[in-house]
């Protein structure tokens, strides 16, 4: 827009002249009221970001250099006493492989599902939108609703999941007392959820041109060659985006854990369902050792981040942005 | 995506006049109108064509059968007598709505629904409106270090949780705020940076004359924000509120960190759910009574499901959007 006001008097030096300085100056000072007025209306999320993201992270670092008493409100150093603690602790071990291993077990399957889903509703030409809307429901129910009917379906002797299993000839497991398919059970309510994602690939597939499948049709290209050599590259924006969303999501898994086997502090329970945002609830809120949890949340910092790193640079590779800008 | 958005204002010129002509064309980069261009149905179809839409539809159906199940057995669960919350069986041996009833006496389901509604409605608003707001800071306006803080917006949205739990619960503790229901809202009077993100894209897409015209007839940068931006927004406000409603509806871990240690009538939905499940379980010296457990997680699942009625295509594009764009 500057541009567009300063042309004029340029070009048309003898007509503007009484014109051509004070719009310089009346320049400067609208772009600083315009620079004032910015600030200001961004100016919420400046304080809040100083205070609950920027601010809240220091803290978090300091208390994990420090014991910090709630009670008398006090930290007192304790070096590296807390990251000491952590590398000797073996539950971090076991709510790390735990995390990792729900990770790697559930992000691929959303992604197949979800993308799955997608396909089969971008191929049919009528009803879609009816299953997308009743597919999404799932999405729309509370998790503490999910987690309270999936504690009746995937009870081990009653569940309908097993009878239904039965059903088939199939011998059901202990889903929620099977240190192994504690996990497992957990996917499973997170698949019943898997439409958020399935929208993202949906969106992203109907925004493939048509044309580019008949083109590759008419070089005889089958099924299998159009899906990966014309729908994938070009979808890859999408499975990039939900990969590294699901992961990071998949790092923090707590909701679910925490309804179906940690609701009760009374009771014990198997290390199978102690993830690593349980783990730091626990530390934090049930002991109260913040200098300890702040020390276990830096780590999953680094880890999410290491991770994210990672993904962006293979993802760099492999997703191809259209007209070449990513945004 | 980027070439549509500059061309956007070129292409409408000062066609201010037009009022609908803004609205349609943020409807359009919310992919609002994507659903009808996309019905080309292509050519007629072969015979093999119809079996393959056939086979199709089945498969969907199926997946509906698998999707839809838990919601059937929920409902039937929560007509069921004590003894027969397990049969699995889709229409209740006994028929029992007096459930329906005992669980408002069983349980302050009246409370922890109010705590949950003021929670969700004060939240939602706020968020809508913070974010609107800096969003049309980082939209319209020119600054120095704009796209930093904009990319800093995004980075923000990749932070795990976690790394600000603690922190912020001492953050809370400090103001003296825990144990009542502040932190549950709190933070959203300064924004979010997926609502941001999601507002200023939307922002984005109003033709900048409009608001250049505003500027020269002597409206102020507020005026410009409240009497142009902020009605031609509606669309995007009503993405923004039911997204931060339906997640704080949800929310569990806030809850669970501030309110647990109070009454049990301070309590949220979840959170109340939650203890339920515990005071009901065999396995706590409970009586088994999942049926009011059942009762409760419909008529906490009800208002979401009613709001994604009326506001389905806004959770939708809502979700699309953040895809495609992000």
């Known amino acids: 827009m500057s541009s567009t006001t300063a042309a004029p008097s340029a070009t048309a030096p003898p007509k503007g002249r009484r014109r051509a300085k004070p719009p310089r100056v009346r320049m400067t000072k609208l772009q600083r009221r315009e620079a004032i007025a910015g600030y200001l209306f961004i100016s919420p999320w400046i304080i809040g970001f100083l205070v609950f993201t920027l601010g809240a992270m220091v803290y978090s670092l300091v208390i994990s250099f420090s014991h910090y008493q709630l009670a008398t409100d006090t930290a007192r150093p304790a070096g590296l006493a807390n990251y000491q603690a952590l590398i000797e602790d073996p539950k971090i071990v076991t709510a790390l492989s735990n995390t990792l291993y729900y990770a790697v077990l559930a992000v691929p399957l959303e992604v197949a599902l979800a993308l799955g889903l997608a396909m089969l509703l971008n191929s049919v030409r009528r009803g879609a939108g009816f299953f997308r809307t009743l597919f999404y429901l799932p999405k729309m129910t509370p998790v503490v609703a999910t987690a309270s009917v999936f504690l009746l379906l995937l009870n081990g002797s009653q569940g309908a999941i097993n009878r239904g299993l039965g059903a088939l000839g199939i011998d059901g497991p202990q889903w929620l007392l099977d240190p192994a398919w504690i996990k497992p059970s957990i996917v499973l309510m997170t698949l019943w959820g898997v439409a958020g994602t399935m929208v993202i690939f949906l969106a992203a597939l109907q925004n493939v041109p048509r044309d580019l499948y008949e083109a590759a049709q008419l070089d005889g290209a089958g099924a299998w060659r159009r899906f990966w050599n014309v729908t994938l590259p070009l979808i890859s924006p999408a499975v990039f985006f939900n990969v590294l969303v699901l992961t990071i999501a998949a790092f923090q898994v707590f909701d679910q854990a925490y309804l179906l086997f940690h609701r009760d502090t009374a009771q014990g329970s198997s290390d199978a369902s102690l993830f690593y945002a349980i783990y730091l609830f626990q530390q934090a809120f049930r002991q109260f050792d913040f200098g300890f949890a702040a020390a276990m949340a830096w780590l999953l910092f680094v880890i999410i981040l290491l991770i994210s790193i990672v993904q962006m640079k293979v993802g760099n590779r492999f997703v191809h942005y259209e007209s070449g800008d990513p945004r | ?326």
Request: aromatic content about 16%; some cysteine; hydrophobic content about 50%.
């Open chain 2, 1 to 326: 995506m980027s070439a549509d958005l500059q061309a956007g204002p070129v292409q409408t010129g000062i066609a201010i006049a037009a009022s609908d002509e803004p609205e349609e064309r943020a409807d359009e980069r919310l992919g609002r109108r994507r659903p009808q261009r996309r019905r080309r149905r292509g050519p007629a179809l072969t015979p093999w064509g119809w079996v393959g839409q056939i086979v199709r539809w089945a498969l969907l159906l199926a997946c509906s059968a698998l999707f839809l199940y838990p919601f059937a057995w929920l409902l039937a669960a929560s007509f069921k007598p004590r003894g027969e919350v397990f049969d699995n069986r889709l229409i209740p041996q006994t028929f029992q709505p007096e459930n329906y009833v005992q669980v408002f006496s069983e349980l302050p389901l009246f409370a922890w629904l109010g705590n949950s509604v003021l929670i969700a409605l004060l939240a939602a608003t706020f968020v809508t409106i913070s974010s609107s707001l800096v969003a049309f800071g980082f939209a319209y306006f020119r600054f120095p270090g704009r796209n930093v803080l904009f990319g800093v917006v995004l980075a923000t949205m990749m932070l795990p949780g976690a790394v600000t739990l603690v922190p912020q619960y001492l953050i809370w503790n400090q103001l003296g705020f825990v144990g009542t229901n502040v932190p549950l809202w709190g933070a959203t009077l300064f924004g979010s940076a997926f609502y941001i993100f999601l507002q200023r894209q939307f922002f984005l897409s109003l033709p900048r004359d409009l608001f250049e015209a505003a500027r020269l007839d002597g409206l102020n940068a507020w005026g410009q924000f409240w009497r142009i931006a902020f009605p031609l927004s509606v669309p995007s406000f009503v993405i923004v509120f039911l997204f931060e409603f339906q997640s704080s509806w949800n929310n569990l871990q806030a809850a669970l960190i501030y309110l647990n240690a109070g009454s049990p009538e301070a309590y949220t939905v979840p959170l109340g759910i939650a203890s339920a499940m515990t005071k009901y379980s065999p396995a706590t010296g409970g009586q088994g009574d999942y049926q009011y457990v059942m009762v409760a997680a419909l008529i906490v699942t009800l208002p979401m499901l009613i709001l994604f009625a009326f506001g389905q295509r806004s959770f939708i594009e809502g979700i699309a959007t953040t895809g495609t764009k992000g």
